[in-house]
């Protein structure tokens, strides 16, 4: 006898006619198939592109044109230095288990989350999940094999690769389209004319070298993001939430994930903010301006929430993170992370590279200050220190700019290349002087809303799907939005016939002729055609019959895909009716 819960059965039985619908539609399948395919890559087929474009072109509109953003499309394969810079070669990893038996790997928390009452295994250190997978004793999902004594790892997600021939300069695939932004600040600062606030945006691909893909496009090791990295004077600039102050959330923070009776809040994004639910109003704006988004492409608002970070899962640079998240098969998989990147990014790029990644902000009155200054002997520098003497008055300056008691005795110390030097204080030309200052570069600090495309993508798909009966046929259909639907309309001569061929032509060119896309099918009966048109999820379907041709006022009849409901429209116009409703300017039912 089975304990699995019927409704999360029921869930995975969706999910499994999904991934079929998706192979056979043209929605998304495993790449490399003629070789066996490879676990963590797929094709996106035309219906899926399609979507996936669409998906694209909304999140485009709304966080790039809307809120007055840039957008950029930076390479792909970066330097090493620059990871080394955001800390990826160092903190990027997932927990890893290997097998004994099979050599499988396994992602350790996923292992845990799957097979225990853990819902956020990735939180915990690496000694806590081996103590439950021992006290659980857990086994190799392929094999069966006990993990109760294997140790744990940590397994670095970068894809390397070399830039260049022969002695190549090490890269890396970049696992997240961010930093494409942030080492380009000093140029994007300049497009922005060096005023604060301003965004960002881009849309791209990512890569990461995922311990163990599955449930298809939700965890993959190719993705695309949709990132906007907006840029705050942490001091002086603030959100206006009277735009969003009203929307309604679900909210699952972490006191309530860490109490015993912890449960979601339903609330409004103004009272989260005041009663201190969310205590960081930039990230509570693009909450409140995501909400709504996500409604608009085609997520169940009844199946999405917004869960906060616990302290142990926030990525190194977060100060605070919430995910949007949308349920699938029983299960919350994270669907957006809003996050507080506070100046980590641009201090780390400013510390490793030779730029300036500060912003000079303008006091409302000149400033009289003390500043240290050096002015060192050249005389004495040059003779001692050779080729370094340039890296001695570099190090000179910052080190009076941080610590000017340094310089209160005889000799002052700096470090060169992992060596201490000992310098007389009087060959440093070191001073304090009054400055008149217009005003001081700081470094500014970054919100993030970073989006997975393909599993919004496979999110809107699984929510859209539907079966009902019609005419006494069982009917699959998928209920998407029109502003996504790959296809929103399709044209279908009744029969083969010269006639209404000529006509159905005729009128796919008009609609095509007023953005709309369109498919032309005469392949089978019309019941055929519509059941096909219905489960790739194309909102409206319009027949051309010998009515059409024959009466003196030319029209056709359009049929809805949710309702299957028919009316007849005149030609003229139709492609401006049917475009008025893909905009939500108008109804079907107001025809």
Known sequence: MSNADPATETAEATSEKLVELAKRRGYFFQSSGAYGGVGGFYTFGPQGASLKGNVEDAWRDRFAVAEGNMEIDAPTIMPEPVFEASGHLDTFDDMLIECPECETSTRADHLVEDNTEYEDAESLPIPEVEEVIAEYELVCPECGAGLADVAVENFNLMFATNIGPGDADPGYLRPETAQGIFVEFPRLKEYARNQLPFGVTQIGRAYRNEISPRRSIIRTREFTQAELEYFIDPENDEPD????EDVSVTLYPASEQNSEDGDELETTIGEAVSEGIISDEWVAYFLGVAKPWYDAVGVDMDRFRFRQHLSGERAHYAADCWDAEGEIDGNWIELAGFANRTDYDLSKHAEHSEDRFTVFRQYDEPQTVERATVDPDMSYLGPEFGGDAQAVVSALETLAERDRTAFEG??????????????PVEKTGFAVEEQTEAGEHILPHVIEPSFGVDRLVYTVLHHAYREDEVAGEER?????????????????????????????DDIVAALRAEGLSVTYDDSGNIGRRYRRQDEVGTPFCVTVDFETIENEETTVTVRERDSTE???????????????????????DEL
Do not use: W
């Open 410 to 423: 005889d000799t002052v110390e700096i470090d060169l290349e992992d060596e201490t030097h000992e310098l």
């Open 241 to 244: 939430l009277s735009s969003v």
């Open 566 to 588: 028919q009316k007849r429209l005149p030609v003229d116009g139709l492609a401006e009716t049917l475009a008025a409703i893909r905009e939500g300017d108008l109804e079907f």
């Open 476 to 504: 699959t259909y998928l209920e998407l939005e029109p502003e996504v639907a790959p296809m929103f309309v399709g044209v279908f001569p009744l029969q083969n016939d010269d006639d209404l061929e000529a006509q159905a």
